[in-house]
């Protein structure tokens, strides 16, 4: 990601007008839902189309078993990686160590949210943030409706079981795909008015649409973190990088265990 300055979202990382600022789409779900918005640790930029952006799309949608259990690998393989070297900068756009993981509901599709089916991603995440609970049912989805550069706080409920854990601690919000971010900081108003001290936005593509956007093309040519395949060793390399986090806080990047 490019550092901050000129053209760099303070919340999403992604491309922005002017700045240091908010990017529009951040400007516009702030001002809806009324609050301020949870700090975005974008994984990879994720151009579409692109290789990444298949992968995060056909885990969950592709009509062939075979092919969805090998997409699922390559988002676990992904997670897994960012949070060996980038722990450290979610836990510092927290403010500390996180309690609760939460991957954000589908509104598209029943069943809660896809990354939940990604079998290993619950162990993983246990393992690579110190023992941070793995709670795929903290969230449910609400009554009122939620879609792109459209936000609503009613669009999820926090579940009573989860309430208790949820209250005075630090959750990480795990979504596959970033792209005005309405849902997933609907998602985040609902922890936070539940209790949750901060709550992180992990997003495994910020996608970005160079084919329509001049402003998207111009952040990938000053990208610093470009875009890799997933499940290769390129891909897995490029995560000892400075993610977004790391260049706007200082985290320290911690080697690959």
């Known amino acids: 990601m490019p550092a901050p300055g000129p053209g760099v ?20 779900v702030a001002r809806q839902l009324g ?21 995060l799309m056909g885990y969950k949608e592709s009509p ?16 897994d990686a960012f949070l060996a ?34 079998r290993g991603l619950a162990e993983d995440v246990g393992r690579r943030m110190d023992g941070a609970r ?17 936000p609503d706080a009613r669009a999820f409920t926090v579940t009573p079981e989860a309430r208790p854990e949820v209250a005075g601690g630090r959750c990480l919000l795990l979504d596959d795909t970033y792209v005005s971010g ?24 910020r996608v970005l649409r160079p084919d329509r956007v001049p402003a998207h093309a111009a952040y990938l040519q000053r990208a610093t973190l470009q875009p890799a395949d997933v499940g290769t060793d390129e891909g897995h390399g490029s995560a000892r990088r400075p993610c977004a986090r790391c260049v706007q806080t ?6 690959i265990a």
């Open 9 to 28: 979202c303070l919340v999403c990382c992604g491309p922005a007008a002017r700045g240091p600022a908010l990017c529009f789409a951040c400007r516009s």
């Open 182 to 205: 309405a849902r997933a900081q609907s998602a985040a108003a609902v922890l936070r008015r539940a209790g949750a001290m901060a709550v992180v936005i992990v997003a495994l593509g």
């Open 64 to 79: 062939v078993g075979e092919a969805r259990h090998r997409y699922a690998s390559m988002v676990r393989a992904l997670l």
């Open 35 to 55: 609050v301020p918005l949870a700090p975005v640790v974008p994984v990879r930029v994720c151009p579409l189309p692109s290789p990444l952006y298949a992968v």
């Open 85 to 118: 070297v980038h722990t450290p900068c979610v836990a510092a756009a927290a403010g500390g160590p996180i309690r609760l993981a939460v991957p954000v509901p589908s509104t598209a599709r029943p069943g809660g949210s896809p990354l939940a089916g990604v």
């Open 250 to 255: 200082g985290a320290p990047i911690a080697p």
């Open 134 to 150: 793995w709670s795929p049912c903290a969230l449910r989805r609400g009554d009122a409706p939620v879609g792109h550069m459209w």
